[in-house]
């Protein structure tokens, strides 16, 4: 067996290590971001000789999809701390308190907590929950699996259909609005962090790229990324 290593022996990670795991997790949100802003969009199919269109939802996926998005974004509260003291700098308020004075973010971590470790800290004083997924469509039919919670709409035309999960509190007797607009509001507060330490003031392309992403998020432009790969994909505003 291996004699394990001191932690005296342990090198700190360089503020560059730091700095491209933050990006990269940065990148992470705003790719979950544009993914769970898309419009669902159905698939075509003939019906005795017509063409209509499917759409095949499964709430429980997009969920997941929105509980991992909350805690990314509230875990990137833990990366930014360990940047700060590799570049040595402080802010005020801190980390901590900038989490504890934002409600967002403490949602974020109550969803996030809930899901991870089956309970909830309640760091809100809400116990917030997701809502179901909510469509607004006019269908011609539908089907629903219970057992799998999956639902079939079949509808006349091929438009990209809109969603919304909301965020409640546990009793369900309030709502804070769409998951994903709240999810964002913590995220900006991270990101202001970032701006005010100057993180994305640097010559590297990498953190131009994101600068640039955080500059269209900010303005609430979509999508967030835009590779030079995909130069065909057009921008639009929100």
Known sequence: MARKQSKHRISRRTKAEITRELCAELRSVFRQIDQLRRPLNPSEFEEDGERRYLLRVV????????????????????RLPAWLRAAELSIKPGIRDIANDCLPLRLCADLFNAKKHGGNDNRSGHS???????LELPALGLR???????GEFVLKESTPIQYTVEIRTG?????????IDVICKGLDK?????????FLQSDDRQIQKLAAMVTRFKNDERPIVLSDLLDTVPATSA
Do not use: C, M, N
């Open 171 to 179: 009793d369900g007797k309030a709502t804070f609005g769409d998951a």
């Open 144 to 150: 629903y699996d219970g057992a799998l919670a999956e």
């Open 59 to 78: 709430a429980e996926d997009i969920q997941t999809d929105v509980l991992r998005l909350a805690g990314a974004v509230w875990h990137l509260g833990d």
């Open 128 to 134: 917030p929950l997701l809502s179901g997924v909510s």
């Open 190 to 198: 991270w990101l202001d962090v970032l701006l005010q330490a100057d």
